[in-house]
């Protein structure tokens, strides 16, 4: 079995919608078995179902790639200026990444209704975790942009991203290219990063602490203030981050709150007047009820007095004159 066949088979599944792809599954399958290729069916049959925030992941890369695309680069611009320790231009790329993310999430929930499901809040919130992973590290960026993803993808700022058992097909990530290494400037001073350049250089792992290269000489104390300043910063964008993320993920909650609050107090007021509804109809029933009852008291006295002016009749018949 190749693994661009099976690679192949996969990326038109997991462009599928999500109830879809059991039955597309099993059917790849039994194709592929049909041609007496018995590998391939059995790696087809083994590809997992990917988590909801995955496939909302795997929509935008199939059907809005250039979203994904424009995040990749983005985060390999960031990582070269994170190798420069050019702080000013993390600043700003962090605001620009912070737009970006959720202008892609917003991308993302259309796709995903386009393919017939909606996402809650908590299913957004990991997607946007999962297209920020993608701007730290070069390898979660592939697994990204393969549309072949099957959970959630998450970035500490040190270490790179875990992408064990995160997609369906590793091979079909190839050769990862890694971001730009930081070009030689002036002594004492931090060499500069160009905007959006391809990545080149050995792998790297993504959004580490940032160090300097070692020089031959010792670092001057402008140096070292740069690379603390730099470390600071990253920190604090980090940890800015984090903090704006779960307060969207406060807001949602508390909208979510808020829309089931009104939910249940319309349906109090639809249980009161039904309520009021039903009173009113038992008052009416108990109302007929006591006419019914006067109705019939009624006519069991008309009965009386009929048979007794019957009786009085028949007695006057038989009196003689």
Do not use: C
Request: charged fraction near 30%.
């Amino acid at each position: 079995m190749e693994e661009q066949e099976l690679a192949d088979v996969a990326g038109r599944l997991y462009a599928l919608p999500f109830d879809e792809f059991v039955a597309a599954r099993t059917a790849a399958g039994k194709a592929a078995a049909a041609e007496s290729n018995g590998p391939l069916a059995q790696a087809i049959k083994a590809l997992p179902k990917p988590s909801i925030a995955a496939w909302t992941v795997n929509m935008l890369a199939h059907h809005r790639p250039d979203a994904v695309r424009e995040l990749r680069d983005l985060g390999q611009t960031m990582q070269g200026a994170q190798a420069a320790l050019d702080a000013a231009a993390l600043r700003e790329l962090s605001r620009e990444r912070r737009k970006l993310l959720a202008a892609a999430v917003n991308t993302a929930r259309r796709a995903a209704e386009e393919q017939g499901r909606s996402i809650s809040g908590a299913v957004a919130s990991e997607v946007e975790e999962t297209l920020r992973a993608a701007t730290a590290d070069t390898a979660a960026a592939a697994a990204v942009q393969s549309g072949l993803l099957l959970r959630v993808l998450t970035a500490d700022g040190v270490d790179q991203v875990d992408l064990s058992g995160a997609v369906a097909v590793p091979a079909a990530l190839g050769p990862l290219q890694q971001p730009p290494r930081a070009t030689g400037g002036h002594a004492g001073q931090p060499p500069k990063v160009s905007r959006r350049q391809p990545p080149e250089g050995p792998e790297k792992p993504r959004m580490q602490v940032v160090r300097r290269t070692p020089r031959p000489s010792s670092p001057s104390v402008l140096d070292k203030a740069l690379a603390a300043l730099a470390e600071a910063e990253a920190a604090a964008q980090a940890a800015a981050t984090e903090a704006e993320s779960r307060d969207e993920t406060l807001q949602d909650a508390a909208a979510e709150f808020t829309r089931l609050t009104a939910e249940v107090r319309e349906t109090r007021q639809r249980l009161r007047k039904a309520e009021d509804s039903l009173e009113a109809v038992r008052k009416d029933l108990e109302t007929a009820a006591a006419e019914a009852k006067q109705s019939a008291r009624a006519a069991e006295k008309s009965q009386r007095t009929a048979m007794l002016a019957k009786e009085r009749v028949l007695r006057l018949r038989n009196t003689p004159d």
